[in-house]
T-cell receptor, first 115, second 110 residues
Framework: GAVVSQHPSWVICKSGTSVKIECRSLDFQATTMFWYRQFPKQSLMLMATSNEGSKATYEQGVEKDKFLINHASLTLSTLTVTSAHPEDSSFYIC???????????FGNGTRLTVT | KQEVTQIPAALSVPEGENLVLNCSFTDSAIYNLQWFRQDPGKGLTSLLLIQSSQREQTSGRLNASLDKSSGRSTLYIAASQPGDSATYLCAVGTGNDMRFGAGTRLTVKP
C-alpha cells in the first residue's frame, strides 16, 4: 500500500541551528502534504498545508519564517526549522494524500530535541 | 472553524469488554472522517476512513459510524484486548486539511 517516508526519525541539535525534515511519498504522487506538531501529552496540531509548486498555507500562530516548507515535487516536501530553540522540541509528523477523498498516509514522525 | 472534540479523554476497561469512543465536530461540511491509533512516541496508524456519503465502516473488531447531521462519530471496539491500549484520534477531513481531536487514551487491563 501507499507509504510515506519521513526522515530523520529523530534529531538532536543545538540551539540556533537549523534542522531539515523530509517527507516522501514512496509509491504515489502527493499533491498535498501536511505537517503536524505534537507536544507531549497534547493532541496533534496542524502546522501547515503544503501544495506542490505553490506556497504553503500556515495555520494561525505558526511562524512561516521559522518553519520553512518546500514542496518542490509531487513526492517530496521538506520542513526546515530555522534557528531552533528548546521550545521547538517536539514530535513532527507529515502526512500525504493524492486526492482529497483518499485517506491520509502518515510518516513515522521526527522527534526533534533542541539543546 | 472546524472543531473536533473527543470524549472521554481517558478510558480504562478490563480485557474483553466492548467499548465506545466518541468524536464530535462542529461543521457538518466534511469530506471524510478518519480514526487513528497512536502508540507512545510513534506515528499514526490509520484504522478506519469514512467518506462523507457513508454511515459506517468496519474492520475486524472495529466499527466506526458517522452521523454528519449531528456532527458525531463513534468508534466501537469489540472484545477489547491489552494490545488495544493506545491513544485513539479522530480527524475530520475538510477538503483542505484534517482537524484532529485531542484523543482518547485507552488502557485495557489484562
Amino acid at each position: 500500500g501507499a507509504v510515506v517516508s519521513q526522515h530523520p526519525s529523530w534529531v538532536i541539535c543545538k540551539s540556533g541551528t537549523s534542522v531539515k525534515i523530509e517527507c516522501r511519498s514512496l509509491d504515489f504522487q502527493a499533491t498535498t502534504m501536511f505537517w503536524y506538531r505534537q507536544f507531549p501529552k497534547q493532541s496533534l496540531m496542524l502546522m501547515a498545508t503544503s501544495n506542490e509548486g505553490s506556497k504553503a498555507t500556515y495555520e494561525q500562530g505558526v511562524e512561516k519564517d521559522k518553519f520553512l516548507i518546500n514542496h518542490a515535487s509531487l513526492t517530496l516536501s521538506t520542513l526546515t526549522v530555522t534557528s531552533a530553540h528548546p521550545e521547538d522540541s517536539s514530535f513532527y509528523i507529515c502526512s500525504a494524500s493524492n486526492r482529497v477523498e483518499s485517506p491520509l498516509h502518515f510518516g513515522n514522525g521526527t522527534r526533534l530535541t533542541v539543546t | 472553524k472546524q472543531e473536533v472534540t473527543q470524549i472521554p479523554a481517558a478510558l480504562s476497561v478490563p480485557e474483553g469488554e466492548n467499548l465506545v469512543l466518541n468524536c464530535s465536530f462542529t461543521d457538518s461540511a466534511i469530506y471524510n472522517l478518519q480514526w487513528f491509533r497512536q502508540d507512545p512516541g510513534k506515528g499514526l496508524t490509520s484504522l478506519l476512513l469514512i467518506q462523507s456519503s457513508q454511515r459506517e465502516q468496519t474492520s475486524g473488531r472495529l466499527n466506526a459510524s458517522l452521523d454528519k447531521s449531528s456532527g458525531r462519530s463513534t468508534l466501537y471496539i469489540a472484545a477489547s484486548q491489552p494490545g488495544d491500549s493506545a491513544t485513539y484520534l479522530c480527524a475530520v477531513g475538510t477538503g483542505n486539511d484534517m482537524r484532529f481531536g485531542a484523543g482518547t487514551r485507552l488502557t485495557v487491563k489484562p
